[in-house]
Structures are given as C-alpha cells and as structure tokens.
C-alpha cells in the first residue's frame, strides 16, 4: 500500500531564509507526487506535481521539488521565504497505474515565517 | 466559473442528528471525492465517485453515505451524527481524461462540530 511521511509537523523560519519542508513517500514502482498548500480557513490548492521526466519540477509561488528515487523522497524548496508563504503543506502519492488513481495525503507540516 | 463549491460552510448538530453536505462542481469533472481533515491526521478519503450515478468507500466510510445523482452534485450524508464525526470536510474533483496526472480541486470545506 501506498503512503506519505512528512516528518515535520512544525516548521519556523524567518522572512527570506531558504525552506526546505521533508516528504518520504512508500509504493513499490515509480509514482505520481504532489505538493498542496493549504491557507488558513482555505481549501488545498495545488503547488506543483511530479509524474515523469525531468526529477525537478518547477511549481507555482516559487516552489520547486526534487523526486529522488533513492532516497524515495520528493522535499519541496523555496530559496526565500514570504510572509504570505505561512500555511500548512501536504504532500501526496498517487499510484502510477491504468485506471482509477487513489491519492493519499500526508500529515502536513505547519509554515511559520516570522519577520 | 465558481469551481468547487460547498454548502454550508459551518454547522453545529447535538449527537443523534442528522445532515447532509452539499458539493457542487462546475467543470464538467467525473470523479469527486469527500475527505475529512482532524489535526495531526492530514486528509482521509470518507467515499468518493467516479461518475454519476456511482459511489465507492475509501479509508473511513463508517457512519457516512454518499450520493451521486447529478454529475455535478456529490453530497455527504450523516445519518446519526457522533462527537467522533467533528471534523473539517473537503469535496474536490477531478478529471478523468487525465486521471493520473490531474490535480484534484478543492471546495473551502464544512466546519462541522456534533456536540
């Protein structure tokens, strides 16, 4: 069975410092990964997602994940960080198969930017 | 084009009652899903759909029902509500043309506290 650990449930860092938030994930071929961002009081919105090709993707909000096989992780980075960047993240696996895809969710790791 | 939409947006019950969620989507998706979010659990998937008139279970379907009628309509039902099913919920779709590699689209969520 597929699953997600984010190992992070907490995360501060100060306005324009580089982040770095953690996703381990477990599925026995190669599989679908994603990153959502979660605003206070808000719905998930997409950041970014891997499904083939090139190992590092490019996401909206100056976000960018790196799929690592070996290590199977796909760690989400932004080089600095905004005020406006302090919401809770999730990442995701989905099964890399024909038919219908289940995603699951990770725990989430809670942003904190202070000035 | 509103997206996904969710009604209401908040709700008390006392233990025993019963309610039904509303979610609505306008892009034309097949597949809509409803997950429950508690702190420290991330999202779990109650029961989702893979087009009208179709319903199925995911990791914590107890104590819930779904229906599918209306492609666009997918609503959560709570029979007997417990303190148990205190939770945030969250509708989202997808499309199926691009099942594997769609991002899932999410409503703003139902606040909803059973006393």
């Known amino acids: 069975a597929q699953s997600v650990t984010q190992p992070d449930i907490h995360i501060t860092v100060s306005e324009g410092a580089s982040l770095e938030l953690r996703c381990n994930y477990s599925?026995?071929?190669?599989?679908?990964l994603f990153w959502y961002v979660q605003s206070p009081g808000q719905g998930l919105q997409l950041l970014l997602k891997?499904?083939?090709?090139?190992?590092l993707v490019q996401g909206i909000k100056g976000f960018e994940a790196e799929f690592k096989r070996s290590q199977s992780s796909f760690n989400l980075r932004k080089p600095s960080v905004h005020w406006s960047d302090a919401a809770e993240y999730f990442c995701a696996v989905g099964p890399n198969s024909g038919g219908y895809q289940k995603v699951t969710f990770g725990t989430g790791t809670k942003l904190q930017v202070i000035p | 084009n509103a997206g996904v939409t969710q009604t209401p947006k908040f709700r008390v019950l006392k233990t025993g009652q019963s309610m039904t969620l509303l979610c609505a989507q306008d892009?034309?998706?097949?597949?809509m899903y409803w997950y429950r979010q508690d702190p420290g659990m991330g999202l779990r998937l109650i029961h989702y759909?893979?087009?009208?008139?179709?319903?199925a279970k995911g990791e914590v379907p107890d104590g819930y029902n779904v229906s599918r009628l209306k492609k666009q309509n997918f609503l959560l039902g709570l029979e007997s509500a417990a303190p148990s099913q205190t939770s945030v919920y969250f509708c989202a779709s997808r499309n199926r043309e691009q099942a594997s590699t769609d991002t899932q689209y999410f409503g703003p969520g139902t606040r909803l506290t059973v006393l």
């Open positions: 759909s893979v087009g009208e008139g179709t319903t």
């Open positions: 891997y499904f083939s090709g090139d190992t």
């Open positions: 599925y026995g071929a190669t599989p679908y």
């Open positions: 892009m034309n998706h097949e597949y």
